[in-house]
């Protein structure tokens, strides 16, 4: 079966610290990927980022920066300095190659950045 | 303009109306997606076309009847809908169906069943 977990359900921040969110993801298959999305309030989720399964090296955007561990099954996500624009929903993703088409999204966390 | 957009953004039915909902990709898209979000529940996968064709039912109730006409538009046709269908109804496409594509989603329509 495939999975993922996102085990903190709301986070709250004073803005300028740094903030990780948990991703904990269960599949079987040896080809996956694995994603992170944002929703602000206005709906929409925004794709932020795409790791494939072989692809262990992190990655860092601006202030933004991914941890994959496939020792761990873990793909966390670090927002250094965070900012008030950066409260949101973020939800992590995993999409697997074999067998049905399945693209199984986390239950998300809330995070609230507070000026 | 936006990549996907969604109308109405809201909705009001009663148990016995029929509505539809609208999705439109201008993204040059192959796959379209209705997910369902509940309030403290996992994203839910409703229906996904790929070309045009239906690719995957997600064990969704008959009272919900999807529609793509073209690569481009996603209908959701509502009809005899219960209190617990009220939810954000969101609308989403990809390059193609399955990994290594992310989707993109539309705003959503929040739609309430009174």
């Known amino acids: 079966a495939q999975k993922v977990t996102q085990a903190q359900t709301e986070i709250s921040v004073v803005e300028k610290e740094d903030v990780t969110l948990d991703c904990v993801y269960e599949t079987r298959d040896t080809t996956y990927y694995l994603f992170w999305y944002k929703q602000p309030p206005s709906g929409e989720l925004v794709f932020l980022i795409r790791r494939n399964s072989f692809d262990e090296q992190n990655e860092i955007s601006g202030r933004y920066s991914w941890n994959f561990q496939k020792s761990t099954s873990s793909f966390n996500f670090t927002i250094t300095a965070s900012q008030v624009v950066d409260s949101a929903v973020y939800f992590c993703a995993l999409s697997a190659t074999s067998g049905t088409y399945k693209y199984i999204f986390g239950t998300g966390t809330r995070l609230k950045v507070l000026a | 303009e936006t990549g996907v957009t969604q109308t109405p953004r809201h909705l009001v039915m009663g148990m016995t109306n029929k509505k539809s909902l609208k999705c439109e990709q201008h993204l040059g898209h192959n796959a379209m997606y209705w997910y369902k979000q509940s309030a403290k529940k996992p994203l839910e996968l409703m229906f996904v076309?790929?070309?045009?064709?239906?690719?995957e039912n997600n064990s969704v109730p008959s009272r919900f009847s999807p529609e793509c006409p073209n690569s481009s538009h996603l209908f959701l046709h509502l009809h005899t809908l219960q209190p617990e269908d009220s939810a954000l109804y969101l609308c989403a496409s990809s390059q193609g169906q399955g990994p290594p594509y992310e989707q993109y989603f539309g705003p959503g329509t929040r739609l309430t069943v009174t």
């Open positions: 076309y790929n070309f045009k064709e239906q690719t």
